[in-house]
């Protein structure tokens, strides 16, 4: 059975309830579902942890293998810089710039992504592309 109390009589009508044998149990829905979205607070920022750590294994997979592939089909032009006077650091350097501008090119189309769809995340897509084919 629900009962309406107002707020000021709450204390009261629980505490006469309680002492009755005929009732089993005596509680404040709002309390309950305050109780609930508590609960669902604390399920919903594990949840969100646990799709965050996940998202980020898999954007450093992508990037990892991006850049192993992108060393792999360069490395004769690689090989060859040292021969041309190029320094060990100086390889480093510009293999590590082709990685920076990957990763920046991916931030744009990702940051559009998140944003949601929209017409600038389908452009951003066709810049990347772009100069692909």
């Known amino acids: 059975m629900l009962l309406a109390v107002d707020s000021d009589a709450i204390a009261a009508v629980k505490e006469r309830l309680r002492r009755s044998p005929h009732v089993i149990d005596v509680s404040d829905v709002r309390a309950d ?15 969100t ?14 990037v990892y293998n991006n850049a192993r592939i992108a060393a792999s089909a360069r490395s004769r032009e690689l090989a060859s810089l040292p021969v041309l006077g190029f320094s060990r650091r100086e390889v480093s350097a510009i293999l590590l710039y082709g990685l ?6 991916s931030r744009s189309v990702s940051g559009s992504v998140a944003s949601g769809p929209s017409s600038s995340w389908a452009a951003s897509i066709a810049r990347h592309f772009a100069g692909r084919w």
């Open 49 to 62: 942890a646990i799709s965050v750590a996940l998202a980020a294994s898999v954007v450093f997979g992508v």
């Open 100 to 105: 920076a501008r990957l990763l920046w090119r």
């Open 33 to 47: 579902m305050n109780r609930l979205f508590d609960m669902n607070a604390a399920i919903m920022d594990v949840w």
